[in-house]
């Protein structure tokens, strides 16, 4: 198990065994940040009965370690976040989690009570699974260290596969097992022998009318209040004992963070800080361009790579799946995301980013649409009106949102990577309606759907899809990627914003611009939202044809062995043809065809 997770933390592994009994066991791989001499890992308290393991970085952790020395405690490291674990587990048992500023995951191993508490972060940033054994239980950072666990893959149901089909991803508490539970962020498991105990401490939440936010007055100038709100975020997690660096795309979000960062620097007399972006030869996925043009109005030194059509996407995929993912997951912008941390770790082991602006300021073109339908009162005589033939795949998702009852499944129809039409074509004898794809809508819902669908995309697609692909391409390389805007305190505020803040008709992000217009050039928010997108469906017609074909012409492959041949090969000749655009229909299959290569689960009906 410490060997699957050595890639996340190459320096100092560290291994503790119960002197009592030498069945209970703690393993961790350390990348270190904070305390680099003094933050071996598993760190205990002075009598050694408590015993904690750690993934993450806990922002705030010299004022949480000056209010637990108040309260008696003595430290023996420097500045190490970890030990402010061990003793806040000490001072605030499973009211720990509430007190911590941060992105993390930790577990605590209490002898006194022979207790064991995992613990997530409010957002998801860093991930945690845990798996019953008859030992026990076993717990990681990765899916693949359980399945080590394990013996062998658990066997999996073609339930999930579907709902991987369908979303593209699992939320948690889902994963491809249903042996392995994802903890659900904001959320603490407490074990003993004898029980099992969720802990609910933070949910991203609707709050109608508030009067604070994060503790502070609720301010009549909101755009006054973001803008210092995130850059306190921001200073916050530059602390670091190592270089950093920041990823810009030249879009809004990540704009915004290097702004802010470039700003502090210059108000403490710092020196301009580097900015990496990505680009591409294919027209219409390059933004390194804009990516520049914000760098020089910054003041930032800026580098750039560019990834050419590659001969290695393959290996890299099954490297990933190996060691990082352990499950399928059909968001292929995570080839660019692993080639820009592995650029990056060249310049620094962090990295801050944007991460998290689109799900809480309303940057998706599906929260606009929800917004289109919800203005009808039939909406499905809209979808009758829509072009329903060689019409662009957006078109076609609004049409099948506009005739869909509920905003749940309206949402389904504008993300759904194979719609129920689609999986009856490979999945004949399977239908799986959307709402057994994700956990039941958060509590606290909004009064308007597209409120409700980015609270959706913060309790499930956020940690599910997006924060997952960030740390797992990141940790890959030994880098870790801290995101100012899921500070919980900016996402509270964001979820406390009236409707008229966060888009309108046309676009959204409405009070980024507002707020952070004027470090900006204007390009930044009046050009058209590009995704972190990596030209795979090109590369599927030209340098990717054959190892496409070859994966998913396998006679011992997963498409042959238990999905619709021929579905399949209508999918292949539509897209080669260009007839149709299948891109991440055939990007789920052939993820779900190195998933099963890699690790040959059983299947069951």
């Not at 914000?294 to 050419?308: F, T």
């Not at 399977?430 to 409700?452: E, K, Q, Y």
């Not at 030994?478 to 409707?499: G, M, Q």
Request: with cysteine.
């Amino acid at each position: 198990m410490l060997e699957a997770i050595a890639h996340r933390g190459p320096n100092a592994p560290g291994r503790w065994i119960d002197p009592r009994t030498h069945a209970s066991v703690l393993l961790h791989a350390r990348l270190p940040i904070i305390d680099r001499p003094g933050g071996l890992q598993p760190m205990a308290n002075e009598d050694q009965r408590v015993q904690v393991v750690f993934n993450g970085e806990i922002y705030n952790h010299q004022d949480l370690r000056d209010e637990l020395r108040a309260a008696g405690h003595s430290f023996r490291t420097d500045h190490s976040d970890t030990e402010v674990l061990v003793h806040g587990w000490e001072q605030w048992q499973t009211e720990l989690p509430a007190h911590l500023l941060g992105m993390f995951s930790f577990a605590v191993w209490d002898m006194r009570s022979n207790a064991l508490f995992l613990c997530r972060d409010r957002l998801g940033q860093k991930p945690l699974f845990f798996m019953p054994t008859h030992e026990g239980i076993a717990f990681a950072s990765t899916i693949n260290a359980l399945v080590i666990a394990h013996g062998e893959p658990p066997a999996v149901p073609m339930t999930r596969i579907a709902a991987y089909l369908t979303a593209g991803y699992f939320a948690p508490p889902h994963t491809i097992y249903p042996a392995i539970t994802a903890l659900t962020p904001g959320t603490g498991g407490f074990f003993t022998a004898d029980s099992q105990k969720q802990i609910t401490y933070w949910q991203p939440r609707a709050t109608a009318s508030p009067t604070t936010i994060g503790g502070a007055p609720f301010s009549p100038e909101p755009a006054e209040q973001l803008r210092t709100l995130l850059a306190a975020a921001v200073v916050s997690q530059l602390r670091a004992d190592v270089p950093l660096t920041c990823f810009l795309s030249g879009g809004v979000d990540s704009s915004i963070i290097a702004a802010l960062i470039q700003q502090h620097q210059r108000n403490i007399g710092g020196n301009a800080i580097t900015t990496l972006s990505v680009g591409f030869a294919e027209a219409g996925f390059d933004e390194s361009a804009h990516a520049a043009t914000v760098a020089r109005h910054i003041g930032s030194r800026h580098q750039e790579i560019h990834l050419p059509p590659r001969d290695d996407v393959m290996d890299t995929l099954d490297w990933l799946m190996r060691y990082v993912l352990g499950q399928p997951f059909a968001d292929s912008s995570l080839l660019p995301s692993y080639h820009l941390a592995n650029a990056a770790r060249g310049l620094a082991p962090v990295a801050l980013s944007g991460d998290g602006a689109d799900e809480c300021f309303g940057g998706y073109d599906r929260y606009r649409a929800m917004r289109f339908i919800t203005r009808w009162p039939r909406p499905a005589k809209v979808a009758a009106w829509l072009p329903t033939f060689n019409c662009a795949p957006r078109w076609r998702r609004l049409r099948r949102a506009c005739a869909a009852d509920g905003w749940m499944n309206q949402y389904a129809g504008l993300t759904d990577i194979f719609t129920p039409p689609d999986r009856k074509l490979i999945l004949p004898d399977i239908g799986l309606p959307f709402a057994d794809t994700t956990v039941p809508s958060p509590l606290g819902a909004a009064d308007s759907h597209w409120r409700n669908a980015m609270l959706l995309d913060q309790h499930c697609y956020l940690p599910g899809d997006v924060l997952w692909k960030v740390d797992g391409a990141s940790m890959a390389n030994a880098l870790e990627v801290r995101s100012p805007f899921l500070d919980h305190r900016v996402v509270e505020f964001a979820n406390a914003l009236p409707d008229s803040l966060i888009l309108n008709g046309r676009r959204g992000k409405l009070l980024l611009q507002k707020a952070f217009s004027p470090l900006l050039p204007r390009s930044v928010f009046t050009r058209k939202k590009h995704g972190f997108a990596v030209p795979v469906g090109q590369w599927f017609r030209g340098p990717l044809r054959e190892p496409l074909l070859d994966r998913l012409r396998d006679s011992a492959g997963f498409c042959r062995l238990y999905l619709s041949s021929a579905g399949v090969e209508q999918l292949v000749h539509q897209h080669l043809s260009r007839e149709d655009d299948h891109t991440h229909r055939l990007f789920a299959l052939l993820m779900l065809e190195i998933w099963f290569h890699r690790f040959h689960p059983a299947i069951t009906d």
